[in-house]
């Protein structure tokens, strides 16, 4: 035992030797960093790495760190990353210590040990901590309220203890009225909008040269402002509508609603939507109990403000009641119409045959009066309106429209209101009702009240009996009798009393028996001319039967004796009586009846009329009844149109009417012509011509115009009136009117290609014998007789031209043909047409102008009544 240790101890002495002699000194352990003092912060991570500093490594065993407690630092276990542990790397001969976050306690002598050959290797390093400036309470970005004290909070933390300056925008901040440097931050007081920006917090430790400086940017915030508005807001019942409430802050606020009465919030409430952001409450569908006051709050990190707002909610009218109401006759009737809406909606009364409005309180002297009253139901107000009318009479029945209005709109009703009155005939005529030959007729009774009459009748005041000449139909409120007067007895007065619970009335009727019109009382001859005559008649009187419909008259020459070979024309009663297409220089007898229902009556007032001699035509007469002295303004500058009746020709045709006109001027009340070499004269070739346009007047001018109808005989009278023109400009001199319309140059050139192939067809026949006339003549001459034969002595005067000569005879000139007359339907006032019994019908009535009037006549025949009577 001894000896082996005495060779253990006699190799380490060898290698001592061995080491002394190859130089000892450069085996020994190295700590990276090299410091053999270091100063770490607190919670830093440290790594110190011991390495072995040999001629040969591999003499050098693996080293290992003791802790300033002398206690083996071990490594880590797997997985596992405690706060101090070692990491081998034995490649390298390297010991690394990791202290994961370092603390003051963990402050001290570390030391790195190792063997080299047995011999004992130790290097150590001492660390020693400090706190680095920390900012545990300093944002960058902090908020402060307008008007309020603040404080910019800086809070800072080191060791040893820093020492604390303020800058704003670079500028240094000093303690004083505003601003008071505190340990934790910088206090302002009462913060504006300019105390807005940037502010350097700035920590310094004198003792480690430690340096650190934070930027807070200070944003100031402004309670939110209300702006103004209108605080009543009026919306509309069933509509959308929308209010905004709008508030100035830092930062924007936002906003919320409530209804004052209920403090709902209406950001969750059906049928309201808000927008938190624009500040819009919005209504869908808006309802009558959405009025009220509604409180809108506006919030930002500031504070919060709030505002009211009234909405006034407009329900337009509607009319829930307005009941019919019945009163008698000289009582007193009330309508009464009920509204409701919001606001109170405003009531008015209009019967509805009047366009004319009843005022609220009295009308009509005090007999009509209008009361109205309001008030609260719900969320509407209800209006009431009575309509009271005293002393009622017929005219107040009738509907009346009830008008409730307000702002939302206006809704209208109609009432009736029915007046009861006792039964009247007062609509009833008290015309004889006729009848003859034993017509039946029917007499009729309408009972006019309320209520509904009941009808009775008398004859001869006695209750009337049924028969079979008799039948009564209906009770009420119409009823009639059919009487079929066999006997003369059945004619009389027949009585209808109408019966209803405010009294009775009674119509009387007669019956009475017709007869045909007595004579004619007077014929009087009035204007004639030699082809007309016209007539006034006095009738016979008619208490013996109906009314007049038509006289008649036979006519014939004054030396025929015979009165059946007489002509004979009827009008209608109360027309122009006139007789036409007479013959000139001639004498006629004429002899008038009266004819009704019943039939014509007996002949009289018999007169003989002397037809004068041919002559020139009547004057003519202006279409609108004018005087020939008075003045008439025309509507152009240049142009007027006159109209006029065509006159009676007086026995030979109207073959051309003469238009001239003259400027004149008034001279002392008279009218004068300005020159006689200024008046122009126009003819107009048409008998039918009833009008005429001058044209190329003078602006402003007044002028004399005449027309004069023209026949064989000579000229009528003029028809004269005098016209001024309207105000206008001369036409201008550089475009003369055109004379020929462009119809007529069509026309003219067409002629002119006519007359060409005319003459080339003549020269082809007189020199070839060809072409369309050489076709014609070639026809033979017998059938061209033998059409002639055909037609008769009406183309007689005709006869075959010897050599196809161009030049025919002449046909005698015929008689001058009178105007056309134009045949157009009677007016008559019957609903029904006249039924015809056979010869002796009426024949159909035809009416003619004549002379500018319409004369309504019947071409012959007698005429008879109808057999009936209503």
Partial sequence: MRSSRGRTTGVAALALMLAALTGCSAQNLRIYPMQKQQTVAVGKSVVLTCQADASDPAL??????????GQIINEAASGTRPEIYTEPMPAKQLQLLYISSITPAMAGNYTCEATFTNMPLSASVVLDTFVAIT??????????????????????????????????????????????????????????????????CRAVVIQTGELAERNIKLEVYTAPEMEERETRVVIKEGESASITCKARGKPPPTYSWIKASTRENLGTASRFSVNEIKGLLTFDRVEAGDYGKYICSAVNQAGHNETEIEVEVLVPPKIFELYNTTAAEKTEGRLECKASGRPAPRISFRKLSSSERLLNGPNDDGRIIIETSNRQTGDQMQSSAVITITSLNRTDDGLYECVAENEGGEARKNGHLTVQFKPTFEHMTNVPIWSWNSQPVNISCIAESIPNATIKWKFHDVD??????????????????TVTPTDRSLYGVYKCIATNTLGEAEHINQLREAFPPGTVTQAKQETITATSVSFSIVGPPEEMGPPILAYTTQYKENGN????????????????YIVENLRPMYSYDFRFAA???????????????????????????????????SLIHGKFADRYELQWKVPAHNGEPIDMYEISYCPVMKVSGEWRISGESDCLT???????AINYEVRGLQPDTRYRMHVRAHNILGYSLPAQLYVQTALGVERSGFAPPQLLSSGAIVGIALAGVLICLLIVDLLLFCFRRQGVIATICGKRVKTHKDDETKL??????????????????????????????KLVPTPTDEKEPLKETGDDAIKRN???????????ATSGGPIIGKNSAV
């Fill in 792 to 821: 008769g002595s009406l183309y007689g005067w005709r006869f075959p031209l010897p050599y196809c000569s161009t030049k025919p005879r002449a046909p005698p000139s015929p008689a001058p043909l009178p105007p056309p007359v």
């Fill in 561 to 576: 004796y015979d009165w059946n070979l007489a002509m004979n024309r009827t009008w209608s009663a109360n027309s122009p």
């Fill in 60 to 69: 050098v065993s693996q080293p290992h760190w003791r802790d300033p407690k």
């Fill in 682 to 688: 126009e003819e107009l070739k048409s008998y039918e």
């Fill in 464 to 481: 009337l009996i049924e028969s079979p000449q008799v039948r009564i139909y209906g009770s009420g409120p119409i009823s009639y009798v």
């Fill in 846 to 856: 035809s009416s003619v102008e004549f002379d500018g009037r319409r004369v309504y």
């Fill in 595 to 629: 004819v009704n229902r019943v039939g014509v009556g007996s002949w009289g007032a018999p007169i003989t009329v002397i037809m004068p001699r041919r002559s020139p035509p009547e004057q003519p007469k202006w279409r609108e009844a004018v005087s020939s002295e």
């Fill in 135 to 200: 900012w545990t309470n300093a944002n960058e970005n902090q908020y402060a309220t307008k008007g309020k004290d603040f404080k910019v909070m800086c809070e800072v933390t080191a060791e040893p203890a820093p020492s604390v300056d303020w800058f704003k925008e670079g500028t240094p901040i000093l303690t004083g009225d505003r601003y008071v440097i505190d340990v934790n931050g910088l206090l302002i007081k009462s913060i504006e909008e300019s105390d807005d920006g940037t502010y350097t």
